[in-house]
Nanobody, 121 residues
Framework: QVQLVESGGGLVQPGGSLRLSCAAS????????MGWYRRAPGKQRELVAR???????NYADSVKGRFTIARDNAKNTVYLQMNSLKPEDTAVYYC???????????????WGQGTQVTVSS
């Protein structure tokens, strides 16, 4: 059993900050790419940021300069630091990770349950 659990969401005023965490637990041999996605009201799910096992990052244009993705491989955890939050950042945020539980078999993409981020005054 492998699970991803997000935390850190909540209500914040415009211009504020939040730090999301996503911890993987269970039988884990290795974790490849990890990322954060979000689904805003009335919109499709979109990629926010991703990070490879070597630390190479990519960001959506809408969050560049405001959000930072990082990972702690020793803790099997990925973070999303969100600064200068805007109302349009309001969404359910999901973490995603490509995880292997065996040296023999291919890895499998896993999803967290999501955490709500609401930016409002």
């Amino acid at each position: 059993q492998v699970q991803l659990v997000e935390s850190g969401g909540g209500l914040v005023q415009p211009g504020g900050s939040l730090r999301l965490s996503c911890a993987a637990s269970g039988i884990i041999f290795s974790i490849n790419d990890m990322g954060w996605y979000r689904r805003a009201p009335g919109k499709q799910r979109e990629l926010v940021a991703r990070i490879t096992s070597r630390g190479i990052t990519n960001y959506a244009d809408s969050v560049k300069g405001r959000f930072t993705i990082a990972r702690d491989n020793a803790k099997n955890t990925v973070y999303l630091q969100m600064n200068s939050l805007k109302p349009e950042d309001t969404a359910v945020y999901y973490c995603n990770a490509d995880i292997s539980d065996s040296l023999q078999y291919p890895s499998k993409v896993r999803w967290g349950q999501g955490t709500q981020v609401t930016v409002s005054s």
